[in-house]
């Protein structure tokens, strides 16, 4: 019943005439109500080409230093962001699952090796980029999760190519005369480094599969990709048939 007493009336606070709606705010016979909240959106699916275009901002902004202080933070807290988005290891992978260890600490290990015979020249940056990640942030979040020391050797392995020939046939480097692979490296009970050696190497399979993607990346796409793998010493000089391929 209303306040008027007719039956037929509704005694709710507002009605359609004299109630309005603001984008965060109902207003209702003079009374303010908060709306409900809004759905927050998605995350944002972050793309190999996102992050080209934050990089040139980041080449712009640099033309002009100590002038947008809190732009260039901001471009370099998203770089940040999209890199571990694009590097980082599944998150929704189970945990590493161990029993209690018997017998006496053994010295395990074991090599992967890098397929870089069974694909075209113009992909082989991005394997050992893959393993590393930027800065190595990939190999050691390997580590931390499987217990293993995860290592890149042989040939093609080094920074300095000078230094590699130099290393080549010297006493503890005869890995330099060994194809490309990933050294895996485990100390722990028998039972217990068995399965971290698996896991590890399980988990190194799949970042030495190339991306689909990778096949059609656009010419400056793969020459942004260079110098962020610069940081870890894996660029490689861009194919000559970069143009030809892809353009």
């Given amino acids: 019943m209303g306040d008027n007493g007719d039956p037929n009336v509704s005694n709710s606070n507002c009605s359609a005439v004299n109630c ?13 109500h908060s709306s409900p909240a809004k759905t927050t959106s ?43 988005s694009l590097f980082t290891l599944d998150p929704n992978k189970e945990a590493l699952v161990l029993p209690d260890p018997i017998g006496p600490i053994a010295s395990l290990q074991e090599k992967v090796y890098v397929p870089v015979r069974r694909h075209p020249d113009i992909l082989q940056y991005n394997f050992v980029g893959r393993i590393l990640g930027p800065r190595g942030m990939t190999a050691k979040q390997l580590e931390q999760e499987t217990g293993c020391k995860i290592m890149v050797r042989g040939r093609g392995s080094m920074r300095d190519k000078k230094k590699e020939e130099q290393n080549r046939g010297k006493p503890n480097w005869e890995h330099l ?16 480094a068995k399965i971290k050696v698996k896991r ?36 490689r000089t861009p194919s000559p048939c970069l143009s030809s391929c892809f353009l």
Wanted: proline share 4%.
């Fill in 20 to 32: 309005s709606t603001t984008d965060d705010m109902q207003v209702c016979g003079g009374e303010q």
């Fill in 42 to 84: 998605a995350q944002p699916q972050y793309s190999v080409e996102y992050l080209a275009q934050l990089l040139k901002d980041k080449k712009h902004l640099m033309a002009f230093p100590n002038i947008f202080l809190h732009l260039e933070r901001l471009v370099d807290e998203e770089i940040a962001k999209v890199r571990s």
């Fill in 177 to 192: 005369n060994d194809d490309l692979h990933v050294l895996i490296q485990c100390e722990d009970a028998e039972n217990r």
């Fill in 200 to 235: 590890a190497v399980e988990e190194i399979t799949k970042l030495l599969v190339p991306a689909v993607s990778s096949l059609f990346l656009h010419p400056f796409t793969y020459y942004i990709l260079q110098l962020q793998l610069s940081d870890v010493g894996q660029a």
